[in-house]
Each structure stands twice: as structure tokens, then as C-alpha cells.
T-cell receptor, first 115, second 116 residues
Framework: AQSVTQPDIHITVSEGASLELRCNYS??????LFWYVQSPGQGLQLLLK??????LVQGIKGFEAEFKRSQSSFNLRKPSVHWSDAAEYFC?????????????FGGGTRLMVKP | DGGITQSPKYLFRKEGQNVTLSCEQN?????MYWYRQDPGQGLRLIYY???????QKGDIAEGYSVSREKKESFPLTVTSAQKNPTAFYLC???????????????FGSGTRLTVV
């Protein structure tokens, strides 16, 4: 079965600084990978996804993520953080041909942005 | 616009009462899911349903029940057997197996349940 680890529970960055949120997965082949964002008291919104092809994927709100097979990672990045990016971020992995259509979520990383 | 509607947004329950959280989707998705979210604990799967009239227990199903009589609807009942029901509950849906991984899950905006 697949698993996902987000090593950082909390991260604080200054507005305008760059951001990288880490995500490591465990799966025997290339999984399907997702990043979601959750604002306080809201549901989760899809930021971006990876299935195959170019390992650098672009998402909404200026985010991007890079799939690195050798490191089993799918880290989320943003060159310049805005105060509105303060939220919780979840990485998720799905297994190809998984008849259960299940995603496994990481524990989340809470991002705080300093003015 | 297509989406998932969860209601109510806030719900208060007295001890010993059952309450039902509503989840409706108009995305024509086959699969639906219920998650519980507590501070610092991420998302924990309660129940899921891949098809109408069928559902499966997730990791923390005790004290909860569901039904899937219609494709659009997947209500969650929090029973009096759930000892610590205060939490944020999220409903999600996804399309069929063949295209699921193109879209992942679509989430509702959640229901916050508080025991008073």
C-alpha cells in the first residue's frame, strides 16, 4: 500500500520569500500525485497533479511541483509567497489501477506568512 | 456550477443524540467519501462508497453510519456511540475508475460539529 509523509508540520516564511513544502511517498511504481490547499474552515482545493511526462508541473496560484523518482518526492514550490497563501497544504498519492480509487493523504503542513 | 454541497456548515449536538450531516454532489461522480479532521491530525477516512447501494468502512468507522441510496447523496450519521464527535467533517467525490486519476477528489466546504 502507498503512504505519504510531509515532514514539516509547520512552516513560517516572510512575505515575498520563496517556499518549498516537502512531500515523500512510498509506492513501488510511479504513483499519481496531488497537492491540495485548505484555508481555515474550508474544504480542500486542488493545486496541481502529476501523472506522467514532464516532471515539473504547474498549478494554480503560481505554485509548481517537481516529481523526483530517485528521491520519491513531490515537493511544492512557489517563488514568492503572498500573505494569502497562509493555509494548510496536503500532499496525496494514488496508485495506478487502484480499483478502490483511493487517495492517501499526508498529515499536512501549515504555512504561516510573516508580513 | 457543479460541485459538492455540505450542510449545515455548523451543527451542535447534545450528548446522546444522533445527527446527520448532508452531502450532495451534482458532478455525476461515482465515488463519495467522508473524512474527519481534527487539529494536527490530517484527514482520517470514515466511510467511502464506490457505487450506489454499496459502501465500505474506512479507518475510523466506529460510531458512524452512512447510506448511498442515490448517486448524488451520501449522508453521514454521527451516532451516540461516537464518544468524541466534535470535529470538522469533509465530504469528497471522485469520478469513475477510468478517469479518476485525471481529477482526484473534489471536496465540499465541510461541516463543523460541536457537542454541547
Amino acid at each position: 500500500a502507498q503512504s505519504v509523509t510531509q515532514p514539516d508540520i509547520h512552516i513560517t516564511v516572510s512575505e515575498g520569500a520563496s517556499l518549498e513544502l516537502r512531500c515523500n511517498y512510498s509506492y513501488g511504481a510511479t504513483p499519481y500525485l496531488f497537492w491540495y490547499v485548505q484555508s481555515p474552515g474550508q474544504g480542500l482545493q486542488l493545486l496541481l497533479k502529476y501523472f506522467s511526462g514532464d516532471t515539473l508541473v504547474q498549478g494554480i496560484k503560481g505554485f509548481e511541483a517537481e516529481f523526483k523518482r530517485s528521491q520519491s518526492s513531490f515537493n511544492l514550490r512557489k517563488p514568492s509567497v503572498h500573505w494569502s497563501d497562509a493555509a494548510e497544504y496536503f500532499c496525496a498519492v494514488g496508485a495506478p489501477n487502484n480499483a478502490g480509487n483511493m487517495l492517501t493523504f499526508g498529515g499536512g503542513t501549515r504555512l504561516m506568512v510573516k508580513p | 456550477d457543479g460541485g459538492i454541497t455540505q450542510s449545515p456548515k455548523y451543527l451542535f449536538r447534545k450528548e446522546g443524540q444522533n445527527v446527520t450531516l448532508s452531502c450532495e454532489q451534482n458532478l455525476n461522480h461515482d465515488a463519495m467519501y467522508w473524512y474527519r479532521q481534527d487539529p494536527g491530525q490530517g484527514l482520517r477516512l470514515i466511510y467511502y462508497s464506490q457505487i450506489v447501494n454499496d459502501f465500505q468502512k474506512g479507518d475510523i468507522a466506529e460510531g458512524y453510519s452512512v447510506s448511498r441510496e442515490k448517486k448524488e447523496s451520501f449522508p453521514l450519521t454521527v451516532t451516540s456511540a461516537q464518544k468524541n464527535p466534535t470535529a470538522f467533517y469533509l465530504c469528497a467525490s471522485s469520478p469513475g475508475t477510468g478517469i479518476f486519476f485525471l481529477y482526484g477528489y473534489t471536496f465540499g466546504s465541510g461541516t463543523r460539529l460541536t457537542v454541547v
